[in-house]
């Protein structure tokens, strides 16, 4: 399976526009399209940059409905447009490749905790294998799915893991287990060579669409 994400970023002067504009757009595409967009809010992380996701089986066709409504669809041009102004900068496009599941693949969730960096291109097997001895442990401490996701397109020789919640009480909790337990801490220390440490990223998000 794969992973499609749009991270946007909004200017601070037009949040209420740009987000009422997101919201507009996203409902409207899941109304045309074969496939489930959801619309991600940060809860800690940087203020204005929203997350647009979907997950799909097979890129290509994805890809093409993607391109068709672009060309096609006036609506979705038009709701385009009309919030252009909102968008600080050019969004940038992820495909993320789900290489492991620790627990069970359900529905989105509500609330997704995401870690992400970049590993030299010779540090790979290792990141993801680093990557899925941390999301095994993590999953069976807080009982909580968590994915381990590879990209190369978008975010090149990058590695992700999203640990998925029903509400940021649960990802509290699970925070505070994980960083009382010793084992944990030992995957920690072992991550020496598995990635850049420069490019490490952590947010929270909220699904709101």
């Given at each position: 399976m794969f992973l499609w994400n749009r991270q946007i970023t909004i200017e601070p002067d037009s949040l209420n526009a740009g987000v009422a504009g997101?919201?507009?757009?996203?409902?409207?595409v899941n109304s045309v399209s074969d496939y489930e967009f959801s619309l991600w809010a940060p809860v800690l992380g940087t203020l204005g940059q929203f997350g647009i996701s979907a997950r799909c089986e097979d890129f290509g066709p994805f890809a093409d409905e993607m391109a068709e409504r672009g060309a096609s669809d006036e609506a979705f041009r038009a709701k385009m447009?009309?919030?252009g102004s909102s968008i600080a900068e050019n969004p940038q496009d992820t495909l993320w490749n789900v290489l492991h599941v620790a627990g069970e693949m359900g529905d989105v969730p509500n609330v997704c905790a995401v870690v992400r960096w970049q590993a030299a291109p010779h540090q790979m097997m290792s990141a993801i294998q680093f990557g899925i001895g941390m999301?095994?442990?993590v999953s069976g401490i807080s009982g909580s799915?968590?994915?381990v996701s590879a990209s190369?397109?978008?975010y090149p020789n990058g590695i992700c893991l999203i640990?998925?919640?029903d509400s940021v009480s649960d990802f509290q909790k699970a925070s505070l287990a994980a960083n009382a337990d010793g084992g944990f801490a030992e995957?920690?220390?072992?991550?020496?060579?598995v990635g850049?440490?420069?490019t490490i990223e952590s947010v929270l998000i909220r699904r709101i669409l």
């Open positions: 997101l919201v507009d757009g996203v409902t409207h447009n009309a919030m999301a095994d442990y799915t968590t994915t190369n397109y978008g640990t998925a919640y995957l920690l220390a072992a991550s020496e060579g850049r440490p420069e």
